[in-house]
């Protein structure tokens, strides 16, 4: 496509793609992603790559799936070894800066950006190597402080959303300066939030009072647990010791109040971009790195290939897209790479030739084959990899040496009838199991993730020590000390 000047690419930590206004939510509110959308394509089954922050956002960079880059969990994380869309454009002439939340290794690997400025990486270039034991026979221990980091909801914030302010302002300033740059480049202003613990200023927590939340529909089925792998999650995060209603609805409350203000901080830097009259020439998108279950099959968090979980907002506008086009096709956060090629002209090189993704762009204009669906798993709370399959409206969730679980999305969209529970069967698995047979070997990819996090054990100084590195709820922003959960 012809070349536009600019991009903003907006990226948030957290946000289930069906909790936006666009989307039909019943409650949240989102007028800025709202009018985004409207001024572009929101694309409807948008997909991460893998439900875990560090390997979701090294897929979104590096335009590969986890199991062709080995950055497989939250202590195997982008390391500047594998390019990225930021290198290819930087090597251009077209200059990326990042702002806010990156989760790499370290500002100090080249991780293809021109400047990055207060960027949040990983603790200590090591980052939750609690997660590697997922490798080992007894898994990773059951984390108390998961539960209660989602407990910590209600009026007030936490250092994420002093740092979210933070990025904004450093967002419009950078804004100001280079609004009149006549090269092309690009920004990236990227949040901590909507990440627990979900906290929100007085008159945004008001807007959602606990006991007027539509609670998931599956928050507390009966049969939640009963398949071995959530079994297995719950184990981990203490939660089949129970979330009472009050539990849930607070914490539900609180990610729809953090979802309104971080759109609010989102909203300050498209009002920014448009007083200084960049909208004519500058494309904005919006993402996150993975969704959130807030409750829903009875889990907090995410680790899990369910939709609230694998499912991410993904929004593209700009100079010559269409209007309030809603792109139905299957998409995937390893599309980003060639995205970002077209939207600037820059020709793939040869190696980035076999990449997987295919640009938004052609999507949106019914130039590229329909896709299937797909996105894995090989992290913290899994006993084994899993992979999510989707053909059209069926749905395969892909257990190694577990039972599978299939949904169709078109009469079941909240995943609360598994149509192979209790040992039934059914003819569409096959065609799924063949299908995501053609794209990945699972049973391979489970030893070769397990071998890899047992070699990050021993590179780390064997078992017992990371055993005992302490378990990280959440990140520290930049200039603050990481506090660590012992387990």
């Not at 702002?99 to 949040?120: A, P, V, W």
């Not at 950078?174 to 202003?189: H, T």
């Not at 939340?213 to 010791?241: G, K, S």
């Not at 007083?275 to 889990?299: K, P, Q, R, V």
Request: hydrophobic residues 40%; glycine residues 8%.
């Amino acid at each position: 496509m012809a070349q536009t000047n600019n991009l903003i690419l907006f990226v948030t930590d957290n946000h289930n793609r069906g909790f936006l206004g666009v989307a039909q939510h019943p409650v949240v509110q989102t007028p800025n992603l709202d009018r985004l959308a409207k001024r572009g394509m929101r694309f409807a089954n948008a997909y991460a790559t893998t439900t875990l922050c560090c390997p979701s956002r090294a897929a979104m960079a590096t335009g590969q799936w986890p199991h062709q880059t080995g950055f497989w969990d939250n202590a195997m994380m982008y390391d500047g070894t594998v390019p990225t869309w930021h290198h290819r454009l930087r090597d251009a002439g077209v200059p990326v800066t990042a702002i806010g939340k990156l989760h790499y290794r370290s500002g100090d690997d080249d991780n293809g950006f021109t400047e990055e400025i207060h960027t949040m990486h990983v603790v200590d270039k090591v980052g939750s190597p609690l997660t590697l034991l997922r490798a080992t026979e007894e898994g990773v221990p059951t984390r108390g402080g998961h539960k209660a980091i989602y407990g910590n909801s209600g009026p007030g914030e936490t250092d994420y959303q002093i740092y979210d302010r933070q990025i904004t302002e450093r967002a419009v300033d950078w804004l100001r300066e280079n609004a009149n740059n006549p090269e092309p480049w690009v920004l990236v202003v990227s949040y901590p939030s909507p990440h627990p613990p979900f906290r929100a200023v007085q008159d945004i927590w008001d807007k959602y009072p606990p006991n007027d939340m539509p609670l998931p529909a599956t928050w507390d089925a009966p049969d939640r647990y009963d398949h071995p792998a959530m079994a297995y999650l719950a184990r981990m995060n203490q939660l089949p010791e129970g979330m009472d209603e009050t539990f849930v609805r607070n914490a539900y409350a609180g990610y729809c109040a953090l979802i309104t203000q971080t759109d609010a901080e989102i909203g300050k830097v498209i009002d920014e971009a448009d007083a200084l009259g960049l909208t004519g020439n500058t494309h904005m998108a919006y993402t996150s790195d993975h969704g959130e279950a807030i409750g829903a099959h009875g889990i907090l968090g995410k680790a899990n290939l369910y939709e609230h979980s694998s499912g991410v907002p993904l929004i593209l506008a700009g100079p010559g897209l269409p209007a309030g086009k809603v792109v139905e096709d299957c998409v995937s956060h390893v599309d980003l790479f060639p995205t970002m090629l077209d939207l600037f002209d820059v020709a793939a090189s040869e190696e980035d030739g076999t990449l997987p993704g295919q640009s938004l762009v052609a999507v949106a204009r019914g130039a590229v084959e329909t896709r299937p669906g797909f996105a894995e798993y090989h992290a913290m709370g899994s006993l084994n990899s899993s992979f999510l399959i989707r053909l059209g409206e069926w749905k395969l969730i892909y257990h190694v040496d577990m039972p599978n679980q299939l949904f169709n999305l078109a009469d079941d969209p909240n995943e609360a009838n598994d149509l192979l529970a209790g040992g039934q069967s059914h003819p569409r698995e096959a065609e799924l199991v063949a299908a995501l047979r053609a794209l990945v070997d699972p049973e391979a990819l489970d030893v070769q993730s397990k071998k890899d996090q047992w070699a990050r054990i021993e590179m780390l100084g064997g078992l017992e020590t990371v055993r005992n590195f302490g378990s990280i709820a959440a990140s520290p922003i930049p200039g603050k000390n990481v506090k660590l959960e012992k387990v």
